[in-house]
Antibody, heavy 119, light 105 residues
Framework: EVQLVESGGGLVQPGGSLRLSCAAS????????VNWVRQAPGKGLEWVSH????????YYADSVKGRFTISRDNAKNSLYLQMNSLRAEDTAVYYC????????????WGKGTTVTVSS | VLTQSPGTLSLSPGERATLSCRAS???????LAWYQQKPGQAPRLLIY???SRAAGIPDRFSGSGSGSDFTLTISRLEPEDFAVYYC?????????FGQGTKVEI
């Protein structure tokens, strides 16, 4: 079954750091662009970051620019989101999702990993 | 900015649902998608390119529109269709979601 699996979420204090991972199974993640999307408790979806298949195109939402870094290791079929200087408002479920370089939609989604920023 | 309306749609199984997504400026139709999300689950892609159904999506779901006005129509609601629906657009290296429409029984 084609799927994405996120990991690395948890409880962190404000100002702290976390590194999320996204792994693919039953398909080659390096063939796809990938996005991170988050959802705060009881709220809607918010796009966070995008990385192209070759890592040549990297983009961030203004809300995380300068604090979050997206990267990928195609040899490990994996993707990462390094989150620094975390704030309470970063508390959310974080999803990774494959992107499409023609229509820019998000096709395959993981189940998400929960990040809680609290003292 | 994408604005979805209504915020909540109260309908019965078998009825037709019409969900609206309006962009603050004209967007490329190819870059408009719709997703369904049920409680505790990840979003699922329904429609991409404004009107193309994703793989495995029943034909009771259809998308239409152009410019700044887009619509998701569910022709006959099934019990499993009660969920939150989001539109999403791409432009200028940014991806944006609408705030969602909840379809409830």
């Amino acid at each position: 079954e084609v799927q994405l699996v996120e990991s690395g979420g948890g409880l962190v204090q404000p100002g702290g750091s976390l590194r999320l991972s996204c792994a693919a199974s039953a398909f080659t993640l390096s063939d796809f662009d990938v996005n991170w999307v988050r959802q705060a408790p009881g709220k809607g979806l918010e796009w966070v970051s995008h990385i192209s298949s070759s890592s040549s195109g990297i983009y961030y939402a203004d809300s995380v620019k300068g604090r979050f870094t997206i990267s990928r290791d195609n040899a490990k079929n994996s993707l990462y989101l390094q989150m620094n200087s975390l704030r309470a408002e970063d508390t959310a479920v974080y999803y990774c999702a494959t992107g499409n370089s023609y229509f820019y939609h998000m096709g395959v989604w993981g189940k998400g990993t929960t990040v809680t920023v609290s003292s | 900015v994408l604005t979805q309306s209504p915020g909540t749609l109260s309908l019965s199984p078998g009825e037709r649902a019409t969900l609206s997504c309006r962009a603050s400026q004209s967007i490329t139709s190819s870059y408009l998608a719709w997703y369904q999300q049920k409680p505790g689950q990840a979003p699922r892609l329904l429609i991409y390119g404004a009107s193309s159904r994703a793989a495995g999506i029943p034909d009771r779901f259809s998308g239409s529109g152009s410019g700044s006005d887009f619509t998701l129509t569910i022709s006959r609601l099934e019990p499993e269709d009660f969920a939150v629906y989001y539109c999403q657009q791409y432009g200028s290296s940014l991806w944006t979601f609408g705030q969602g429409t909840k379809v409830e029984i």
